[in-house]
């Protein structure tokens, strides 16, 4: 008779088997690492390393405007452009895809403003061709916390400070406090909604030194009777440790640990074992 039962795997494998899909991830086409631009269009203009022209669209419409002929090889929703097409944002019900080439690829970006930038990928970018592996502590089950996720009533904002803005900060949403206690120490972490999940932006005594300067993301999500748990052993690299083309959010002043958050992803190395990104 066959054994149909299911192989239960231990938590450390099981983050082995994450860490193996992250990897896997970051070089996909449109994946972290082959990000090779990210341009915001203010008024009519070209942008690097891709063919036409581009113009914003009135106030209010979702995406951008690109003119260009049918030699610059643009595909709009998979139709060539010989003339001008709107290429909708990412804020839209059906948001709009571009074609370069058969490595270059692209799509169009909203900010908090209703400003629309086009982020151009190259499935054999750089960044790809040299990536090695995403360095990352062994699994620590001493990071894996049990905490309490209570939602403010009508949510409140917290300023995020992101990397390329000068020291201005965006108001972000957040919906609740996170809080728990470890080695005799209250938290109570700011968390800003993605998707379904909340995204913890955070950085610990760790940052700079063995890990990531910028910081790290925890991604997670309350149960329905308030608990949440947090694995930091699934803290994850924040896009701009791929690319200089992302700009990532800095964490707020709750969010810094003074202790070593020794679990999670540190650093992303090339092939030889060097850091992909001086810090």
């Keep these: 008779m066959t054994d149909t039962a299911t192989t239960r795997t231990t938590p450390a494998e099981q983050f082995a088997n994450y860490h193996a899909r992250r990897e896997l991830a970051v070089v996909q ?7 090779v631009n990210t341009q915001w269009i203010d008024s009519e203009q070209t942008i690097w390393g ?5 113009a914003p669209l009135p106030a209010g419409e979702s995406g951008l405007k690109v003119i260009a002929t049918a030699p610059d090889n643009i595909l709009v929703d998979g139709v060539l452009v010989d003339g001008e097409a709107i290429v909708r944002g990412k804020d ?3 948001p709009g895809e571009i074609t370069f080439s058969d490595t270059v690829s692209g799509f169009v970006i909203a900010s908090e403003e209703g400003n629309y930038a086009l982020r151009v990928f190259d499935s054999d970018s750089e960044g790809i061709q040299e990536f090695g592996s995403i360095d ?3 699994y620590n089950p001493d990071w894996v916390i049990a ?12 300023g995020f400070e992101h990397l390329k803005d000068d020291g201005k900060t965006r108001e972000l949403p957040v919906p609740g406090e996170i809080t728990f206690s470890k080695d005799g120490r209250d938290y109570n972490l700011a968390a800003f909604k993605a998707g379904r999940a909340l995204q913890l932006v955070f950085a610990d005594s760790t940052s700079g030194d063995s890990t990531y300067s910028v910081g790290r993301f925890l991604f997670v999500a309350p149960n329905a ?3 949440i748990t947090l694995d930091f052993n699934r803290a994850v690299l924040p896009p701009c440790a791929f690319s200089y083309a992302f700009n990532c959010p800095m964490p707020p002043k709750q969010n810094r ?4 958050i020794e679990a999670g992803e540190k650093q992303v190395l090339t092939k030889d074992g060097s850091l992909l990104h001086e810090e």
């Design 225 to 227: 009777d308030g608990t």
């Design 50 to 54: 891709v063919p036409g022209t581009w």
């Design 136 to 138: 990352a502590f062994p």
């Design 29 to 35: 086409p449109k994946g972290s690492l082959a990000l």
């Design 92 to 94: 839209s019900p059906t």
């Design 147 to 158: 905490g309490t996720f209570t939602e403010i009533e009508g949510g409140t904002t917290v």
């Design 257 to 260: 640990f003074s202790v070593p």
